[in-house]
């Protein structure tokens, strides 16, 4: 089962609508992409982190959310810093960072069925033109972005059983079963999208 994001709780991030979670984060992302200083993104990073936090999350739980991305990003900060300079390296770094606690502070604050909502509205001119149905689509992004930390659980725990059966440097052994896993999730989420259907 795919482990749900939401924490219950009545902080004030809680209580604040999800459209408006939503928008900030979207303008904060637009903003940080502008900005260069890495003081002044890692300032950023440290009130993305204090609004994470105020969600009630552990340090464990976040840490386990935001693990897959940790490779990826110290692979990206690699290169930049490889292709331009350390500088440049830390900017990436703090970027992204408070991009993903803004997510999480955003995600760990607000039901799926809110955020299902505010994207319903979202596509609901769309949905009038004819180009698509909105409640599904939502439900397909919604699901999808819940579907991604499962896939590199699935990696982890498939390269551990591969790696005490001594096939853990055979690329096949791990990516064949973890491509029938993937394929199974997706035909599950396409029926739970059908199901949606009336």
């Known amino acids: 089962m795919m482990e749900p994001l939401y924490l219950t709780g009545d902080s004030?991030?809680?209580?604040?609508p999800a459209w408006l979670k939503l928008l900030v984060l979207a303008a904060a992302g637009?903003?940080?992409f502008r900005v260069d200083d890495p003081r002044?993104?890692?300032?950023?990073?440290?009130?993305?982190a204090v609004l994470a936090a105020a969600t009630g999350v552990t340090a464990a739980t976040a840490w386990?959310?935001?693990?897959?991305?940790?490779?990826v990003l110290a692979a990206l900060a690699a290169f930049t810093w490889a292709v331009q300079d350390a500088r440049a390296a830390l900017a990436v770094l703090l970027r992204v960072a408070a991009l993903?606690?803004?997510?999480?502070?955003?995600?760990?604050s607000t039901r799926t069925s809110d955020l299902i909502g505010v994207c319903e509205?979202?596509?609901?001119?769309?949905?009038?033109?004819?180009?698509?149905?909105?409640?599904?689509?939502?439900?397909?992004?919604?699901l999808a972005?819940?579907?991604v930390p499962e896939i590199w659980r699935n990696f982890q725990d498939i390269r551990e059983a591969q790696a005490a059966r001594g096939l853990a440097a055979n690329p096949l052994a791990l990516l064949v079963p973890l491509l029938v896993l993937t394929l199974k999730r997706a035909q599950e989420v396409s029926e739970a999208i059908d199901a949606r259907s009336p």
Not at 64 to 69: E, G, I, M, S, Y
């Open 12 to 16: 004030a991030l809680h209580r604040l």
């Open 30 to 32: 637009a903003a940080l």
């Open 40 to 48: 002044l993104l890692a300032a950023a990073f440290a009130v993305a």
């Open 64 to 71: 386990r959310h935001v693990r897959p991305l940790a490779m």
């Open 100 to 108: 993903v606690a803004l997510a999480l502070a955003v995600t760990l």
């Open 121 to 142: 509205r979202l596509l609901a001119p769309l949905e009038r033109l004819g180009l698509l149905d909105a409640g599904k689509t939502a439900l397909a992004l919604a």
């Open 145 to 147: 972005v819940r579907f």
